[in-house]
């Protein structure tokens, strides 16, 4: 990924944090049609073990991409895993340097974060339940009243468990893009958040909190 050093973000638990703030990836390996190379790509969940440096996620047993991640005669399959988070189109009339000089363009803020490492699949069903079982825990957590694996009959959750693969990525690379305006002055970036401020849309507000949290660690590092 093509990062300009003022939006690269390497701190791995601000990277880590991320991840399990938006844990829907996308999976994507390159694999072979039969006459070339080409890129295939499977959105699903992903549960970060942080001490082991592992993703742990789950497909569709009838997903063609299953296929294609079984290694062939002992070789690794490499992958890169996608997360994506707070996004937003920035006008340059937000800027006061606009009035001072003109030469301002408009762009787009974003926050994105990539994971490289070897895919594994795993076909246990003590591992699967393990796993699956951690993630409903997980997004169940804030509810009032939590939804567990025992919630649903024994022979459903078997014969749901058959129509799905486990898949780990080792993190053999991690890399933050956060651009959020770091190549700015101070006053256009006070000037980009007031603006996303007084938008005051979903979207606004998630990266005004982007913006206001890059801030502070630029601060705190400083």
């Known amino acids: 990924m093509y990062i300009p050093s003022p939006f690269r973000e390497s701190d791995r638990s601000t990277l880590y944090d991320f991840i399990v703030a938006h844990p829907l ?18 959105h699903l969940p992903l549960k970060l073990d942080r001490e082991a440096g592992v993703l742990h996620g789950h497909l569709s047993r009838a997903n063609p991409h299953v296929d294609r991640l079984r ?22 009339t937000w800027y006061p340097s606009k009035q001072e000089h003109g030469r301002v363009v408009p762009t787009w803020n974003y926050i994105a974060v990539h994971v490289q490492g070897a895919v594994t699949l ?30 649903a009959p024994r022979d459903y959750l078997d014969a749901q468990m058959k129509g799905i693969v486990g898949v780990s990525v080792r993190i053999e690379a991690l890399e933050g893009k956060y651009k959020l305006s770091q190549n700015r002055s101070d006053a256009d970036i006070a000037g980009v958040v ?3 401020a007084s938008r005051d849309t979903p979207a606004s507000r998630v ?9 502070r660690r630029r601060h705190e590092r400083s």
């Open 25 to 42: 990836g996308v999976l994507v390996t390159a694999m072979t049609d039969g006459h070339a190379e080409a890129p295939y790509a499977t």
């Open 207 to 215: 990266m005004e909190d982007a913006m206001r949290a890059s801030e």
């Open 122 to 151: 795993h076909d246990d069903t003590g591992w699967l339940e393990s796993h699956l079982s951690q993630l409903t825990d997980t997004h169940e957590a804030a509810q009032a009243h939590p939804w567990a694996m025992h919630d």
């Open 194 to 196: 007031h603006g996303l």
């Open 71 to 92: 290694p062939t005669a002992g070789c690794r399959v490499p992958g890169l895993v996608v997360f994506s988070g707070a996004e937003h189109y920035i006008t340059p």
